[in-house]
């Protein structure tokens, strides 16, 4: 699992950098976010 750990940083690194460029794109990636983990949780329920 340290390679997942390691894809993680890096991909919150990207996203972080990207909303710092782009302060707007901010709402659309916790929407995205949410939908994500809504549905996670919804087929995790199941």
């Known amino acids: 699992m340290q390679i ?4 993680m940083g890096i ?3 990207i996203f972080g950098i990207v ?4 302060p707007k794109i901010l709402n ?5 976010y949410l939908i994500i983990v809504g549905v996670v949780a919804i087929i ?3």
Request: charged fraction near 0%.
């Open 4 to 7: 997942a750990g390691l894809a």
């Open 11 to 13: 991909l919150a690194l």
């Open 19 to 22: 909303v710092i460029i782009f």
């Open 28 to 32: 659309y990636l916790v929407g995205i």
């Open 44 to 46: 995790a329920a199941v």
